[in-house]
């Protein structure tokens, strides 16, 4: 059984930075395409970013991109989401997922992810 444990979320002044980790355990996942989502209180699970296991590959959303970047660590088996210039508007709880679907199709649709961690809470105060 995957698991998959996020941590480094908290409290960041707008334009401060914060990265988020996630561990993954308990399976073969070099073919996952690694996602993160957020959640702000009242809205949707909306797409982040994403990373292929095994590849360069990345995916960010139009409001994330230039500010966000996904990478991982095979060693460790961590993927990260590095997140800078944050603002008021990037508050929300982070989930790290996991879509095993074979392939260099990052999907963006939650639904597809197999696997999520429990959230990490981001706050950004303005």
């Known amino acids: 059984q995957v698991q998959l444990v996020e941590s480094g979320g908290g409290l960041v002044q707008a334009g401060g930075s914060l990265r988020l980790s996630c561990v993954v355990s308990?399976?073969?996942?070099?073919?996952?395409?690694m996602g993160w989502f957020r959640q702000a209180p009242g809205k949707e699970r909306e797409f982040v970013a994403a990373i292929d296991w095994s590849s360069p590959i990345q995916s960010h959303a139009d409001s994330v991109e230039g500010r966000f970047t996904c990478s991982r660590d095979g060693a460790k088996n961590t993927v990260y989401l590095q997140m800078d210039s944050l603002t008021f508007e990037d508050t929300a709880v982070y989930y790290c997922?996991?879509?095993?679907?074979?392939?260099?199709?990052?999907?963006?649709?939650?639904?597809?992810?197999?696997?999520w961690g429990q959230g990490t809470q981001v706050t950004v105060s303005s």
């Open positions: 997922a996991a879509d095993p679907a074979v392939g260099w199709l990052i999907n963006r649709d939650p639904t597809k992810y197999e696997f």
């Open positions: 308990g399976g073969t996942f070099s073919t996952y395409k």
